[in-house]
């Protein structure tokens, strides 16, 4: 059992044959994930051959989703192109399409948010500007490095795609059921709800680690959530302690306005629905190891 994404999962990738493409392609085969084919109406028809695994190159999503059976796409398309291809992607009814790329206008964010939406939410985004998810052992759908963890009975939810691996490697020797990396733009698909539901009701995850940051109420309103509807265990971080008031800081989500997105005020929101709120990456760890040693 995982959240989102299986070792049945048939995944595509947009971009495919772009460098940086050709690159995460070749690392989630590795990893065994079932990609059965690529995106680029300019060369499609051909194949690319990585390491001996020939992939097909498709005109379309549908095209892809005609010939493979595809149920997941992962979009590495340059920015200026990325709303195209995500919208393409949500016209084609994929089940799941993971936008890896960063420095999508929040315009275009909102317009392809909203396009799934007119269309049903038959397609769940993850991201933009995010890692991707895995589930260790079954299959990986994005960038993060495949040989850092293990199977496990943790969930991870993440807005920092650096604090997912940090995350994943802390707690490499217990494991990970699924772990997914939200990204930190103001406007994105899946939130830190969508994946406390869906650990919540997944049987193989015994614990879960939520990763925030400064800016926005999120990690507030996944708190109001928490206190209302999870029964797991759930230790959390959020990253920004020691941000100086004002600053607008990395992701463009983490802006602060007055007391408001502070880290200290979603601690608190956090620790008032009984999570576990470390200082740091590895107190947080060391408070889900305690709580799974009982």
């Given at each position: 059992m ?8 048939k995944?595509i ?10 690159k995460?392609t070749?690392?989630m ?14 060369k499609?028809g051909t ?5 001996g695994?020939?992939?097909?190159v498709f005109g ?6 005609e010939?493979?059976?595809a ?5 590495f ?7 195209d291809?995500?919208?393409e992607?949500i ?5 799941l399409?993971v ?5 999508i206008t929040?315009?275009d964010?909102?317009s ?9 939410n038959k397609?769940r985004?993850?991201?933009p500007?995010?890692p991707?998810l895995?589930t ?11 040989d850092i ?7 991870l ?6 604090l ?9 020797d217990?494991?990970?059921?699924s772990?997914?990396g939200?990204g930190g733009d103001?406007i ?5 709800i ?5 650990f ?13 940051e400064?800016?926005?109420d999120a990690e ?6 928490i206190k209302a509807?999870?029964t ?8 920004g302690?020691?941000a100086?008031?004002g600053?607008t800081m990395?992701h463009?989500?983490?802006?602060v306005s007055?007391?408001s997105?502070t880290?200290?005020a979603?601690?608190e929101?956090?620790?008032a ?6 200082k ?8 889900a190891?305690?709580?799974?040693a009982?």
């Amino acid at each position: 059992m995982a959240i989102f994404l299986t070792k049945e999962s048939k995944v595509i990738v947009q971009g495919m044959t772009g460098a940086t493409g050709m690159k995460h392609t070749k690392l989630m085969l590795a990893d065994g994930t079932n990609i059965v084919g690529g995106v680029n109406p300019r060369k499609a028809g051909t194949t690319v051959d990585f390491d001996g695994t020939e992939v097909p190159v498709f005109g379309s999503v549908a095209e892809a989703i005609e010939k493979t059976g595809a149920d997941v796409t992962v979009i590495f398309v340059p920015p200026k192109f990325a709303k195209d291809a995500v919208v393409e992607a949500i016209d084609a009814e994929i089940g799941l399409a993971v936008v890896i790329t960063e420095g999508i206008t929040v315009h275009d964010s909102a317009s392809f948010w909203a396009h799934a939406g007119a269309k049903g939410n038959k397609t769940r985004i993850i991201g933009p500007n995010c890692p991707g998810l895995i589930t260790p052992g079954q299959s990986n759908a994005g960038i993060i490095p495949g040989d850092i963890t293990k199977p496990g009975r943790i969930g991870l939810v993440s807005k920092s795609g650096t604090l997912t691996y940090q995350m994943l490697y802390e707690l490499r020797d217990l494991g990970f059921s699924s772990a997914v990396g939200i990204g930190g733009d103001p406007i994105i698909g899946t939130t830190h709800i969508d994946a406390l539901a869906a650990f919540e009701a997944d049987a193989d995850t015994d614990l879960i680690v939520m990763i925030g940051e400064i800016g926005g109420d999120a990690e507030e309103r996944a708190a109001d959530y928490i206190k209302a509807h999870v029964t797991k265990p759930v230790v959390g971080y959020v990253a920004g302690f020691t941000a100086p008031e004002g600053k607008t800081m990395g992701h463009a989500g983490a802006i602060v306005s007055g007391s408001s997105g502070t880290a200290q005020a979603k601690k608190e929101a956090l620790e008032a629905a009984g999570v576990q709120v470390g200082k740091t990456p590895s107190e947080t760890a060391r408070l889900a190891r305690a709580i799974l040693a009982g």
